[in-house]
C-alpha cells in the first residue's frame, strides 16, 4: 500500500548572502546570522512569498539563490487540493492577505506565510530565531530607525 503522507519541509534562505553577521553589529548593534527567507517544500513544490504567494517547482530554484538550511517539519496526510483550498483562502483573508499591497516587512512577511502553512500542515511553526527576527531588530535603535525609512514595509 502506497504511504498517502507527503514529507513537510522548510527552506531557508539569507537575503544578505552572508553580510548579515558582518553589517548587522554596525548598523544595529547587535549580530544577525542572517536575514531569513522562508518557503514550504511539499511534494516536490515550494510554496513562497513574493509579490503575493508563489508555488515554484522544482524546490530550491528561486531567485533566492540555495537554501542556506533545510528544516524537516514531519509528514502531513494534507493533499494538493485541500492545499490550494487554504491558500486561495489566505488569499481572501483581508485580515492576512498576501499580497505585495499588504506585505509588511516586521507583521505580514514570508516567514509569517510559512509559519501559517507549516502549522496548517504539520501542527509545527517556524524557529523563534527566524520568527522573531523582525522583532529583534525593531528592539534596537537602528532598527527603529530601518522601519521608518522603510515606511514599514515593502522589501521584496
Same mark, same amino acid.
Given at each position: 500500500? !502506497?504511504?498517502?503522507? %507527503?514529507?513537510?519541509?522548510?527552506?531557508?534562505?539569507?537575503?544578505?548572502?552572508?553580510?548579515?553577521?558582518? +553589517?548587522?553589529?554596525?548598523? +544595529?548593534?547587535? *549580530?544577525? =546570522?542572517?536575514?531569513?527567507?522562508?518557503?514550504?517544500?511539499?511534494? #516536490?513544490? !515550494? &510554496?513562497?512569498?513574493?509579490?503575493?504567494?508563489?508555488?515554484?517547482?522544482?524546490?530550491?530554484?528561486?531567485?533566492? #539563490?540555495?537554501?542556506? @538550511?533545510?528544516?524537516?517539519?514531519?509528514?502531513? %496526510?494534507?493533499? !494538493?487540493?485541500?492545499?490550494? =483550498?487554504?491558500?486561495? @483562502?489566505?488569499? @481572501? *483573508?483581508?485580515?492576512?492577505? %498576501?499580497?505585495?499591497?499588504?506585505?509588511?516587512? $516586521?507583521?505580514?512577511?514570508?516567514?509569517? %506565510?510559512?509559519? +501559517?502553512?507549516? =502549522? $496548517?500542515?504539520?501542527?509545527?511553526?517556524?524557529?523563534?530565531?527566524?520568527?522573531?527576527?523582525?522583532?529583534?531588530?525593531?528592539?534596537?535603535?537602528?532598527?527603529?530607525? +530601518?522601519?521608518?525609512?522603510?515606511?514599514?514595509?515593502?522589501? &521584496?
Amino acid at each position: 500500500m !502506497e504511504d498517502p503522507s %507527503f514529507d513537510v519541509e522548510v527552506y531557508v534562505y539569507d537575503l544578505s548572502h552572508g553580510l548579515a553577521p558582518v +553589517l548587522s553589529p554596525q548598523i +544595529l548593534g547587535i *549580530r544577525l =546570522d542572517a536575514i531569513y527567507h522562508t518557503s514550504t517544500v511539499i511534494n #516536490g513544490k !515550494e &510554496y513562497y512569498i513574493d509579490q503575493g504567494i508563489k508555488v515554484n517547482t522544482p524546490p530550491g530554484s528561486t531567485k533566492y #539563490g540555495r537554501p542556506i @538550511e533545510v528544516i524537516k517539519m514531519g509528514k502531513t %496526510f494534507v493533499d !494538493e487540493n485541500i492545499l490550494q =483550498d487554504y491558500i486561495n @483562502e489566505l488569499m @481572501e *483573508r483581508t485580515d492576512l492577505k %498576501f499580497t505585495a499591497a499588504k506585505y509588511d516587512l $516586521f507583521d505580514n512577511n514570508c516567514n509569517h %506565510f510559512t509559519d +501559517l502553512l507549516t =502549522d $496548517f500542515l504539520v501542527g509545527k511553526n517556524l524557529d523563534d530565531r527566524i520568527l522573531k527576527l523582525p522583532e529583534q531588530v525593531l528592539n534596537t535603535p537602528g532598527g527603529q530607525m +530601518l522601519k521608518q525609512m522603510l515606511g514599514g514595509n515593502q522589501l &521584496y
